[in-house]
């Protein structure tokens, strides 16, 4: 059961719909996969919006009426629409503020959900006592505390990745990075991971996700002699236990492994963490890619391996 005043505190532009800007310059909002379906979930959930339009002449009244446009019906509370950027607590203790109605006192910071694919904002609205979530898909989790995870997802023989999406579509299960066609990285609560694993397909859960980002770290240095032997016998595992090894060298940051990656490692970083916090020491530029739920992926996985990765 969802109780009665939790709500979600959303970014119309970040996680809920990409952004495109039309030849006479308004905008319109693409609703990304499966957040209309989540929406639906919460018919009786007050929604709102934080997001930050940029600081041009019309910006708020542009993203509201795509916003409007892209979700009738959805968010219609005025009160509940905040704009600005989210660099700390202070936008989300506002969004919480904008829950109170005449006679009815606010909703308290932790009966709402904020929802934000990026972990600083997920964490500054946690320093204001929302709950969060990384994806629209584990709103329900959120509300209920049931953690999100990352998760190793493997392929056996004779399973392909359309019917990894038609599990992953109908449950708690966003895929982050397809690596392979035997192999992808993801997000999972436990339901989730439980629902796969009933329909074949392996599970390795690897920690919570909570204020953590995904980095795919690239490393094509030649092994030293010492280890080359060693990696053709250990597979991709001897150069991601390598690979990791010099980037927490780099870093005072916690570092999350969660795995062999295409000529790399996976791994998670705290919120706050930057870019230049996780690279390998004098490594090309692209060697280290930000990583991003998207329920797209496992339909169009081409794009990632014709870029070599």
Same mark, same amino acid.
């Given at each position: 059961?969802? @109780?009665?005043?939790?709500?979600?505190?959303?970014?119309?532009?970040?996680?809920?719909?990409?952004?495109?800007?039309?030849?006479?310059?308004?905008?319109?909002?693409?609703?990304?996969?499966?957040?209309?379906?989540? =929406?639906? !979930?919460? @018919?009786?959930?007050?929604?709102?919006?934080?997001?930050?339009?940029?600081?041009?002449?019309?910006?708020?009244?542009?993203?509201?009426?795509?916003?409007?446009?892209? /979700?009738?019906?959805?968010?219609?509370?005025?009160? =509940?629409? +905040?704009?600005?950027?989210?660099?700390?607590?202070?936008? /989300?203790?506002?969004?919480?503020?904008?829950?109170?109605?005449?006679?009815?006192?606010?909703?308290?910071?932790?009966?709402? !959900?904020?929802?934000?694919?990026? +972990?600083?904002?997920?964490?500054?609205?946690?320093?204001?006592?929302?709950?969060?979530?990384?994806?629209? !898909?584990?709103?329900?989790?959120?509300?209920?505390?049931? @953690?999100?995870?990352?998760?190793?997802?493997?392929?056996?023989?004779?399973?392909?990745?359309?019917?990894?999406?038609?599990?992953?579509? +109908?449950?708690?299960?966003?895929?982050? +990075?397809?690596?392979?066609?035997?192999?992808?990285?993801?997000?999972?609560?436990?339901?989730?991971?439980?629902? =796969?694993?009933?329909?074949? /397909?392996?599970?390795?859960?690897?920690? @919570? !996700?909570?204020?953590?980002?995904?980095?795919?770290?690239?490393?094509?240095?030649?092994?030293?002699?010492?280890?080359?032997?060693?990696?053709?016998?250990?597979?991709?595992?001897?150069?991601?236990?390598?690979?990791?090894?010099?980037?927490?060298?780099?870093?005072?940051?916690?570092?999350?492994?969660?795995?062999?990656?295409?000529?790399?490692?996976?791994?998670?970083?705290?919120?706050?963490?930057?870019?230049?916090?996780?690279?390998?020491?004098?490594?090309?530029?692209?060697?280290?890619?930000?990583?991003?739920?998207?329920?797209?992926? =496992?339909?169009?996985?081409?794009?990632?391996?014709?870029?070599?990765?």
């Amino acid at each position: 059961m969802i @109780p009665a005043r939790v709500g979600r505190c959303d970014d119309a532009s970040g996680p809920a719909a990409d952004v495109r800007e039309e030849p006479d310059g308004s905008l319109t909002l693409l609703p990304r996969p499966r957040v209309l379906a989540t =929406l639906g !979930v919460f @018919p009786l959930a007050r929604k709102g919006v934080t997001s930050n339009p940029g600081s041009g002449e019309g910006a708020v009244e542009r993203v509201a009426s795509a916003l409007r446009a892209a /979700f009738p019906g959805r968010f219609t509370d005025d009160a =509940l629409l +905040h704009w600005g950027p989210k660099d700390s607590a202070e936008i /989300f203790a506002e969004a919480v503020a904008g829950t109170a109605r005449e006679g009815t006192p606010a909703s308290a910071a932790d009966e709402c !959900v904020f929802v934000g694919e990026d +972990h600083q904002e997920r964490g500054f609205a946690r320093e204001a006592g929302l709950r969060t979530a990384a994806h629209p !898909v584990f709103t329900v989790a959120a509300v209920e505390n049931r @953690p999100v995870f990352w998760a190793r997802i493997e392929l056996p023989e004779g399973r392909g990745l359309p019917g990894l999406k038609a599990v992953a579509d +109908h449950n708690e299960v966003v895929p982050v +990075h397809v690596a392979s066609a035997r192999l992808v990285l993801a997000m999972a609560t436990m339901v989730g991971a439980a629902a =796969l694993e009933q329909a074949g /397909f392996p599970v390795d859960l690897r920690g @919570p !996700v909570e204020e953590t980002a995904a980095f795919l770290i690239r490393d094509d240095r030649p092994l030293a002699p010492d280890h080359a032997s060693a990696d053709i016998l250990g597979g991709a595992t001897t150069r991601a236990t390598a690979a990791f090894g010099l980037v927490a060298g780099t870093t005072t940051r916690p570092l999350l492994p969660l795995g062999s990656a295409p000529g790399g490692v996976y791994l998670a970083v705290p919120a706050g963490s930057a870019i230049d916090d996780v690279h390998l020491p004098g490594a090309k530029p692209g060697h280290t890619e930000r990583l991003f739920p998207d329920p797209a992926l =496992l339909s169009r996985p081409g794009e990632a391996w014709s870029r070599g990765q």
